[in-house]
């Protein structure tokens, strides 16, 4: 049973590029949520996709978006990157009910030069 | 915004010994999950918490809920070098605990020989 896979696991962007990150949930889940780590912090919340709409959102600029297809996977699209956008972006899944925890994949580490 | 301390920020304690970390919230807890990662990976989870009072075990690792003092442990028994990384404690704004989370900064914890 496959777990949470992201893709890439590392990318370097020069500022000003745009970049897309791509999820595909745990099997069964319908839910997907992004985080964005910086070194030595918590993940930060970005915003959580479920049926195909988002849900919820952090305290992210526009330019910050984000898109669930039909097979519950997600991407992750960043425009107009900034050097402050370097991190490891988490993605999470989970099953729509409140006793269920999310579970994590290994991130894409995403480097702006 | 809730906030998540948690303490220490790191540890350093020798193999077979105890250990406790501790996550204190801000505001009122409606669940706590805690989370352990590897250096620059994807977050492993540990345990939820949802009722206060409530108290997990899983394998050497128990994790306990005061929702009187807004408050979590984890505690370690008998450590050893495979429980070596970043804990992650991290709470839901509500009881449905698919929402987004917020997290603590994590407390490092290293197993020395």
């Known amino acids: 049973d496959a777990g949470v896979t992201q893709s890439p696991t590392h990318l370097i962007k020069t500022r000003g590029q745009q970049v897309t990150l791509r999820c595909s949930p745990k099997?069964?889940?319908?839910?997907v949520s992004w985080y964005q780590q910086a070194l030595g912090q918590g993940p930060q919340f970005i915003f959580q996709y479920y049926e195909e709409e988002e849900r919820q959102r952090g305290n992210f600029p526009d330019r910050f978006s984000g898109h669930q297809f039909p097979n519950y996977s997600s991407e992750l699209n960043v425009n107009a990157l900034l050097l402050g956008d370097s991190a490891l972006y988490l993605c999470a899944s989970s099953l729509n009910r409140e006793d269920q925890p999310q579970h994590f994949g290994d991130g894409t580490r995403l480097s702006i030069l | 915004s809730q906030e998540l301390e948690q303490s220490p920020q790191s540890l350093i304690v020798q193999e077979g010994k105890n250990l406790t970390i501790n996550c204190t919230s801000s505001k009122t807890l409606y669940g706590l999950y805690w989370y352990k990662q590897k250096y620059g990976e994807g977050l492993i989870f540990l345990m939820m918490?949802?009722?206060?009072?409530e108290e997990k075990s899983h394998e050497k690792i128990t994790a306990k809920l005061d929702e009187k003092k807004q408050q979590s442990s984890l505690h370690i028994t008998a450590s050893q070098p495979s429980h070596a990384g970043i804990y992650l404690c991290?709470?839901?704004?509500?009881?449905?605990?698919?929402?987004?989370?917020?997290f603590g900064t994590g407390t490092r914890l290293t197993i020395i020989p």
């Open positions: 991290g709470a839901p704004p509500t009881f449905w605990g698919n929402e987004k989370l917020t």
């Open positions: 918490l949802q009722k206060g009072g």
């Open positions: 099997s069964g889940h319908d839910t």
